[in-house]
């Protein structure tokens, strides 16, 4: 069974930074894509920030030069470095990876999900 666990969140005044880490564990024979999603009250799911097994990233428009999404392949952990945060940055947070298990093939699994708060 494979399990994905977030830490980081919390509170944290408007301009503040934040770091966010979700490890994989379980029976996991390769992990393809690690992202991060938010989801804020009243709002669809969004995507934040991806990185592919290679390194390659992706951001979303709102997040481009303050956010860095990172990976240590070693330890199937994937993180979000958050700086000048902003009030609307405030939401859920879900860590998603894509990957292959020797049971069941390829999967998309999810998180828990990690409240970040800011406040102006």
């Known amino acids: 069974q494979v399990q994905l666990v977030e830490s980081g969140g919390g509170l944290v005044q408007a301009g503040g930074s934040l770091r966010l880490s979700c490890a994989a564990s379980?029976?996991?024979?390769?992990?393809?894509?690690m992202g991060w999603y938010r989801q804020a009250p009243g709002k669809q799911r969004e995507l934040v920030a991806a990185?592919?097994?290679?390194?390659?990233?992706n951001y979303a428009g709102s997040v481009k030069g303050r956010f860095t999404i990172s990976r240590d392949n070693g330890k199937n952990t994937v993180y979000l470095q958050m700086n000048s945060l902003k009030s609307e940055a405030t939401a859920v947070y879900y860590c998603?990876?894509?990957?292959?298990?020797?049971?069941?093939?390829?999967?998309?699994?999810w998180g828990q999900g990690t409240q970040v708060t800011v406040s102006s």
């Open positions: 998603n990876a894509e990957l292959f298990t020797l049971r069941s093939g390829r999967g998309d699994y």
């Open positions: 379980g029976s996991i024979f390769s992990i393809n894509a």
């Open positions: 990185i592919t097994s290679g390194g390659s990233t």
